[in-house]
């Protein structure tokens, strides 16, 4: 780093420090919803050496001001209610109203997660989205909506003028609706307040939401910032791709031909490592969270990225939890949908990494192969999606007995010319509209063709007579497959493949 460089980085580290009267995070604002049973983190800034004092429910405590103007206090657990007040005093005071103890959710990703209520014109739309908009009267849930900003370090704020809302169907059009729905679902189910935090940057990939030390720790990561000079030395042909885009566009349209699929240009900026972290996570950390919900994959499907995706979701959920130390909090994630993509995308890869990911403690994956769109890669079910999340939150965060898995794969067992596949949570295992369909079977060449399956009990019998000393078997394994697998849920499996590695297909 330059001398210049390293002067807008300390301006930007002591801009806080600017002004002497004390400062709070805009994390803290009226209405917010402060992460109940736990200590209240409450941090900020002031004048070196100053002291400071935080007040909520009759407890104060107190700290001063180190000499770079950061202060950090905790105020005692509060169980769920309120409204209740905070107070921060120094030489000027604070003082936020109408704050409930209950439950943080940090919601984060791409596209998916970040739709709107309103949906993006011309690209996705929300099922029922006007009415279900007009009864988004919730004042127990609390909104936080985060500007999009990309940096080369990590913040200690965020970027915007943001603060948090009351849920209603003013403030909730532009919000998250994957969130949202998840949100509705658990403040009816567990009767708590609800704070979400939306923290989404369409088309970006995972890599830019590991922090830079998350992606050091293992050297197997560092493709990634290969792929992002890569990606970057193309950047300066983008005008003229889109030019001739634009003539090919044209072209169709006057022919009455269909318009030509084209290849999708990422920002430069959101696609940096760690770029996202540093700009949307960042200056989260320290804020009480219950756990962590995530929808993405998509950006991931093509090129180098998807052989690292088990490597850098796992990571990423790693890093998340070392940053905010925490524990091993909730993380609970969204597989992605059924989408036919391009000719190169490796959307059975992705799905495969994230079911993996389900080996860390207390995460939990909603499968969506069989809600999404084959045409179109922002599926409008986004209701279902919310339920299935919230789900996996009854169970792993609340300790509720409840179904919130398909059925998923364990292990096979050879039985003379046919695997027999054990699932867990088979509780009911059926195949819908007939005979179980998208089973693969292979033997020591790995070379797959299409299985017959037969369910017995909580297992599944496939074979194929070609297939004499059969060693392997996937489902699903395709970008937009045929699948018809359910517990008495009604909860569909997760596609999988029972291979030690996920095997890259051959190059085109």
């Known amino acids: 780093m330059n001398l210049k460089s390293l002067f807008f980085v300390l301006l930007a580290i002591a801009a806080p420090c600017v002004n002497a009267e004390v400062r709070l995070p805009r994390l803290f604002s009226n209405h917010m919803v402060l992460q109940r049973d736990a200590p209240i983190h409450v941090w900020g800034w002031a004048e070196p050496g100053e002291a400071v004092s935080a007040a909520m429910n009759g407890a104060t405590q107190t700290a001063t001001a180190d000499r770079l103007g950061h202060w950090s206090i905790y105020l005692p657990a509060l169980a769920a209610g309120g409204p209740f007040e905070l107070k921060v005093s120094a030489s000027n005071s604070i003082q936020l109203s109408d704050i409930l103890m209950g439950d943080v959710w940090f919601a984060s990703r791409q596209s998916n997660m970040e739709i709107p209520m309103i949906g993006f014109p011309g690209s996705a739309v929300i099922n029922h989205s006007e009415e279900e908009i007009a009864q988004a009267n919730h ?29 209603s169907p003013e403030t909730v059009r532009k919000f998250s ?150 524990g091993n909090f909730p993380f609970l994630f969204v597989q992605i949908a059924n989408f036919k993509g391009g000719a190169t995308a490796l959307w059975p890869v992705v799905r495969e990494a994230q079911r993996r990911t389900l080996a ?25 999606v919310g339920a299935r999340l919230s789900a996996a939150a009854r169970a792993i965060a609340y300790g509720a007995t409840v179904e919130y898995s398909g059925p998923a794969f364990r292990q096979t067992s050879v039985e003379n010319n046919s695997l027999r596949v054990w699932f867990d949570h088979a509780g009911g295992l059926s195949a819908k509209d007939g005979e179980a ?47 018809n697998l359910y517990n008495s849920a009604g909860l569909p499996a997760s596609p999988f493949t029972s291979e030690e590695g996920i095997r890259m297909p051959p190059e085109r």
Request: proline share 9%.
């Open 360 to 384: 860390l403690k207390n995460t939990g994956m909603a499968v969506t192969i069989e809600i999404g769109d084959p045409n179109n890669v922002h599926p409008s079910d986004k209701q279902t």
């Open 437 to 483: 369909q998208g089973f693969e079977i292979a033997g020591r060449d790995r070379h797959f063709l299409p299985a017959s399956a037969r369910i017995d009990g909580q297992s599944v019998v496939v074979s194929n007579p070609q297939v004499p000393n059969p060693e392997y078997v996937r489902y699903g394994w395709a970008n937009a497959p045929t699948v």
């Open 177 to 326: 609706a994957v969130a949202y729905f998840f949100g509705r679902n658990l403040n009816e189910s567990e009767h708590v307040p609800i704070g979400l935090i939306d923290s989404t940057w369409g088309g970006t990939p995972a890599a830019a939401w590991v922090s830079l030390g998350g992606i050091a720790s293992d050297p197997a990561l560092m493709p990634v910032f290969a792929d992002r000079a890569r990606m970057t030395a193309t950047q300066a042909d983008i005008p003229a791709m889109l030019a001739a885009e634009k003539r090919e566009d044209a072209a169709a349209k006057e022919t009455n031909k269909p318009a030509p699929v084209h290849a999708w240009h990422p920002d430069p900026d959101s696609w940096g490592p760690a770029a996202l972290f540093n700009g949307m996570v960042a200056p989260a950390v320290g804020f009480g969270i219950k756990g962590a919900i995530w929808y993405q994959g998509e950006s991931d499907t093509t090129g180098p990225l998807a052989p690292l995706y088990e490597k850098t979701f796992s990571g990423l959920i790693t890093d998340w939890r070392r940053h905010w130390q925490q």
């Open 139 to 167: 004042p127990n849930i609390r909104l936080y909506l985060v500007k999009k900003k990309a940096s080369d370090y990590p913040l200690n704020d965020f970027a915007d003028e943001a603060s948090w809302s009351i849920c």
